[in-house]
């Protein structure tokens, strides 16, 4: 049964409409806080985070004010990304933390992620859980008033983000001599990135950095790194980081100025973590991951799974098939080894740390020929279209024409009003016609 609140990744939708307003969020922090106060743990802590949209300035309170009211304490961390909000959940011993963003997507946008006492982010079976809290009386729910919750301001979040990644390292790890672009997207690492590859030593020519509440994802990070890519050159970088919104997935470019996604940064990472013997069992991907990975992770016989489109729902097969790898191609990548959830910076140490001893990124980091693949975002009113006979009908006749020789995905995005429809094959036309017939169905 489909979720009424939460989709492939927290809440999210637009402010002041629908489910992102601060009378739902009051809802949903006294849903979360309850639902994590009865997890028979003697200290009622959640940890609160924000991206850098103006509207967490009335989402936040609003969450607060649930949580309090339901005899959480809280603290909130501010502007910090998605993972260091997973990490200090875990390292606070908190019984919940609550990120406040909206990833990706523009700033009219906004939502939560939630994430449970081990940082992880929650399975459909606890979601399903805190929706029927939603939905019940507040009246049940409401504490005691002299056993209301604190709020306490932590100003230190992003410096103890960074000590947590810096110890995933060796001491001696450094980038003396590296000149790298880094494009922040004006979001939730526009403090903690350049501070923390500046204090390795690198030279960052940095984007994306001066966040106004408007202008996260606007024409930069890593859904739009043309910018990116311009600076490389401009600059004569030796590599290229851009994150998103909330800094949980990353988007590269090497120095000839080539775009580099999560698919080619995975292929990377498998082959080298065999090398070493760090990998651990081997890949999960997404429905999304290109042939050519796959092709290539078979190759060179690293065991490759499909999950679903998600990174909650990639992590969750990590852990089911004990893998240590695994993301999307649009840049969501989890290192099990030292992660719970997509982490940006994380990767991007970790790729930085090989590129130390003077490899280049365009040698590092082009690892496989993808299959041409042709993604379209499809705006739609309803996305229950997918389901209507007509669009059925026009997925098998698309796929029938595709045949064996590609691949067609259609599906309803999780956080957008919108159907995906992704084609791959190395006949350029057959993707364009393949598309076409779907497309003209939807609209």
């Known amino acids: 049964m489909k979720n009424k609140y939460f989709g492939t990744d927290g809440i999210r939708g637009t402010v002041n409409q629908g489910n992102i307003t601060g009378e739902k969020f009051f809802k949903?922090?006294?849903?979360?806080?309850?639902?994590?106060?009865?997890?028979?743990?003697t200290k009622q802590i959640a940890v609160i985070a924000k991206d850098t949209r103006l509207s967490g300035y009335t989402l936040e309170p609003a969450l607060v004010s649930g949580?309090?009211?339901?005899?959480?304490h809280?603290?909130?961390l501010g502007p910090l990304p998605t993972n260091g909000l997973a990490m200090l959940t875990k390292s606070m011993r908190a019984n919940m933390g609550i990120?406040?963003?909206?990833?990706?997507?523009?700033?009219?946008?906004n939502g939560l992620k939630l994430?449970?006492?081990?940082?992880?982010?929650?399975s459909d079976r606890i979601e399903k859980k805190i929706e029927k809290l939603i939905d019940a009386k507040n009246t049940k729910q409401l504490t005691d008033p002299r056993l209301l919750g604190r709020v306490k301001r932590l100003e230190n979040g992003n410096d103890e983000y960074i000590k947590i990644l810096k110890n995933n390292f060796p001491k001696n790890f450094e980038l003396k001599g590296t000149k790298i672009v880094l494009d922040c997207a004006n979001g939730a690492s526009y403090k903690a990135a350049p501070k923390l590859l500046e204090e390795l030593g690198a030279k960052v020519i940095a984007l994306g950095v001066e966040p106004n509440g408007l202008n996260i994802n606007d024409k930069c990070g890593s859904t739009y790194p043309t910018k990116l890519k311009s600076a490389v050159k401009k600059h004569r970088a030796h590599v290229g980081i851009s994150f998103d919104g909330d800094a949980d997935r990353i988007i590269m470019c090497d120095e000839k100025g080539k775009i580099i996604d999560g698919d080619q940064i995975i292929a990377m990472l498998a082959k080298r973590w065999k090398l070493k013997k760090i990998l651990k069992g081997g890949v999960i991907g997404t429905l999304m991951s290109n042939l050519g990975l796959q092709n290539?992770?078979?190759?060179?016989k690293i065991k490759f799974y499909r999950s679903k489109v998600g990174d909650r729902y990639v992590k969750e097969n990590m852990r089911k098939l004990n893998f240590n790898l695994g993301g999307e191609q649009s840049g969501h990548i989890i290192l099990g080894k030292f992660a719970t959830t997509g982490d940006g910076l994380l990767v991007a140490l970790e790729v930085l740390f090989s590129l130390r001893k003077g490899i280049k990124a365009s040698k590092l980091l082009n690892v496989f020929k993808p299959l041409p693949q042709t993604l379209e975002n499809v705006l739609v009113k309803d996305k229950n279209i997918i389901n209507q006979s007509k669009t059925k009908k026009a997925i098998r006749l698309a796929k029938k024409l595709m045949g064996s020789r590609g691949r067609i995905l259609v599906r309803k995005s999780g956080t957008e009003p919108k159907i995906r429809i992704m084609a791959e094959s190395h006949n350029k036309n057959l993707i364009l016609k393949s598309i076409n017939i779907i497309k003209r169905s939807i609209k």
Do not use: C, R, W
């Open 67 to 72: 949580l309090v009211s339901g005899g959480m």
């Open 115 to 122: 994430f449970g006492p081990d940082g992880m982010k929650l």
């Open 99 to 109: 990120m406040i963003t909206a990833s990706h997507n523009p700033y009219y946008d």
């Open 296 to 300: 290539f992770l078979k190759k060179e």
């Open 74 to 76: 809280v603290f909130t």
């Open 28 to 41: 949903f922090g006294l849903a979360s806080g309850t639902y994590f106060k009865n997890q028979k743990k």
